[in-house]
């Protein structure tokens, strides 16, 4: 499994960002993608501390998203070209993080220890 997150950036508070995740590599009838996100200053010293999942979505298209503001982020996928989608809006400087595309056999799962493939993870920073 491949997973590749593009779209990170540097953005005021107040503003918008859209996540591209490009995978390959997975079984299309037994996948959950997600969104996960490092806060800075928590390392992965542990499986799971720092990280927490934003959203992910299986193939059954079933959706759970973490404990956030849910209006603010939304998930997408694009099946056919195999991306994944995350738009944060009205970004505020706690939502700072490195934010991963990972994968997991599904069914859908926000528990960060079910996946096992990671991209690189890009870098959002929103100042206040």
């Known amino acids: 499994v491949k997973l590749m997150e593009s779209g990170g950036g540097s953005v005021p508070s107040g503003g918008s960002l859209l996540l591209t995740c490009k995978a390959s590599g997975y079984d299309d009838d037994n996948y959950c993608l997600g969104w996960i996100r490092q806060v800075p200053g928590k390392e992965r010293e542990v499986p799971g501390k720092?990280?927490?999942?934003?959203?992910?979505?299986?193939?059954?298209?079933?959706?759970k998203y973490g404990n956030y503001d849910r209006g603010r982020f939304i998930l997408s996928e694009d099946k056919f070209e195999r991306t994944l989608s995350l738009q944060i809006i009205n970004l505020k400087p706690e939502d700072t993080a490195t934010y991963f595309c990972?994968?997991?056999?599904?069914?859908?799962?926000?528990?960060?220890?079910?996946?096992?493939?990671w991209g690189q993870g890009t870098q959002v920073t929103v100042s206040s």
């Open positions: 720092g990280r927490e999942v934003v959203a992910a979505i299986d193939n059954d298209g079933k959706v």
């Open positions: 990972a994968h997991a056999m599904g069914p859908v799962t926000t528990n960060v220890v079910d996946y096992g493939y």
